[in-house]
């Protein structure tokens, strides 16, 4: 029987950290299950906004990486200023928080690389795996994105093999993530970023969307979408576990969460994603509330904006915060296993309610009950609602907020802040890895 291999082309590849990396490393490793083959084709050199070590050992020991050298303008941008690192994980200062240097980088980013500053890869990959393609016979490549100028060496790839078949995977939506509109565009710019990503829409056999609105949304826009979300692997939990000195379940405690009630968020917390109506719950409660006051840790593991982490160290809050700075992938899972509430945030326009943060995932695995923020009927909120695993609000909300917190912590007191959720195994790495598996078969005959 002849081998079935898959080109994946991905910009985040370990040792990235973050959790772009996560959905094709996680792939990869299960898909040879189902009788694919990945390889991967990744840069060199890549500018990585964050890294993990930790995930290196993850990368199958058989599994075939295929790179080349990139060229990137972000050296030069941060030395103009420091605040474009932000870009490269798709941070943005915004409204007054703007300085003239962050509103001239951004313009710059928006206009002069589209559709991103990866651009540059674009020709010198479309020219070495024109040739990598004909001398071991691929037949199947996948372009993951963002970064969105992948999308474009499987467009030329494409066009230059008509029977090579292709999907586009977008684990962000292009022209409708909620940045789109803070890069200060020209009409001529839209334009071309608007072309470009019909075009890939259009030429992709299958567009790959993480969410049920986004592939909803990329048919509109004339795509074959379907949704294959991002999920947990249940050997991370497996692993942590085994690392952990006291074993985790439902009635054993460390010393930290025998006497404190934690509300933790994990990952990167940038000023368009801020719940503030959350701080200001949090702030009222702490005022208010002087058993919650004495028990109540706010729990920060990623990267935190610093105009938010200013905000919350001149309220209330400031004495209940934990700032553990950017943890390992393993880690922030002990975290994630280790507090009493989950915290998850999205954009709060409608264009966003497709979007599900991979972490929601992770955060399942846990059993943890989990508060989200966002737009109204969110993709999140149906996850949560099907697995009895939390509640999501919007930014306007108060009252509801505090009532539920308030529910938890008391459920909490009295040591019945039990784990409770169901139907999250159609979530499993393994499991989405045989649904792809299955798309990729019925696109290759």
Known sequence: MEEKKVLIITYYWPPAGGPGVQRWLKFAKYLPDFGWKPIIYTPENPSYPLLDESLLKEVPRDLKIVKTTIWEPYQLAEKLNKSNKKFKAGQFDVGKNQSWKSKLSIWVRGNFFIPDA???WVKPSVKFLEHYIKENKIDFIVTSGPPHSLHLIGLQLKKKFSTLKWIADFRDPWTEISYYKHLKLTKRSDQKHRKL???VFRNADITLATSYTDAENFR??????????N???ESDAVSVEQNLEIPQSQNTKTEDTQTHFTLSYIGVLEQLRNPENLWTVLDHLIETDSSFAQHFI????????DRILETLNNSSLKKHIHDLGYLSHEKAIEEMKSSDMLLITNFPNESSKGIIPGKIFEYLATGKQIISFGPADADVSKILDDTNAGKHFSYQDSDNIKDFILEKYKLWEKGNLLENTQNIEQFSRR?????????LD???H
């Open 431 to 439: 499991n989405l890895a045989k649904n792809l598996s299955e798309i």
């Open 197 to 199: 990503e019909s075009e």
């Open 231 to 233: 999920g947990f692997d």
């Open 298 to 305: 706010l729990k920060f593991a990623g990267r935190i904006d």
């Open 220 to 229: 509109k826009k004339g795509a074959n979408a379907v949704c294959i979300t």
């Open 442 to 444: 019925q696109t290759v």
């Open 118 to 120: 990866r651009v540059f």
